[in-house]
């Protein structure tokens, strides 16, 4: 762990993300990330400029914390009609303040993907909707909920992911419209 330390501290990196091995539980994901920022601190670059700390927490089938709240897909939210948009308002909210609580200031959510191919084999229920404008108004209020909690949301995997056949994290997609 000290070489990792040295490493980090030698060089100037603007931020980590953590993946679910590196997440365990609340207390061991708190301190890493706490113990990661002093480090930081430490480096010889630092100019008291702490790490975006990533993490890829959704909600739904794309989760990294095994502690917390557990939340529905995208897709659940999207079917939950006229409380849509509240509900993905409340469900950034929720997600936000837990990433925040752990110490991340960056969260990759939401999946802004269009779910139009019914073939691909990775968006599908990450997606708000099969509708371009529903995917718009939901994604927009989940992006309120998390940014609200103080965390970065990051958008992702758009235009067009939703509309490929492949997993575009193995293959490389071409979508010829």
């Keep these: 762990i000290s070489e ?3 490493a980090l501290r030698k060089h100037q990196y603007g931020g980590i993300v ?20 002093a480090n930081n601190a430490a480096g010889a670059f630092s100019s008291n ?6 993490v890829d927490e959704e909600g739904g089938v794309v989760v990294r914390f095994s502690m917390g709240t557990r939340m529905t897909g995208s897709m659940a939210i999207g079917a939950t009609g006229e409380n849509g948009e509240q509900n993905a308002y409340l469900t950034g909210q929720i997600l936000g303040r837990e990433c925040a609580a752990l110490g991340f200031n960056v969260d990759f959510a939401p999946s802004m993907d269009v779910n139009n191919n019914p073939a691909n084999p990775a968006i599908g ?12 108004r939901f994604g927009a209020a989940f992006i309120r909920g998390v940014f609200e909690s103080g965390v970065i949301p ?6 067009g992911d939703g ?6 994290h193995l293959a490389t997609a071409t979508i010829n419209k």
Excluded at 19 to 30: P, R
Excluded at 49 to 54: R, T
Excluded at 154 to 159: A, D, I, Q
């Design 49 to 54: 400029v702490p790490y975006l700390m990533a």
């Design 125 to 136: 229920v990450r997606s708000f909707s099969d509708d371009p404008e529903v995917v718009s």
């Design 4 to 6: 990792l330390a040295d």
């Design 154 to 159: 990051t958008l992702k995997h758009f235009p």
């Design 18 to 37: 953590l993946l679910g091995q590196n997440v365990v539980t609340s207390e061991q994901t708190a301190q890493l990330v706490e113990d990661l920022q």
């Design 163 to 168: 509309d490929t056949d492949i997993d575009t």
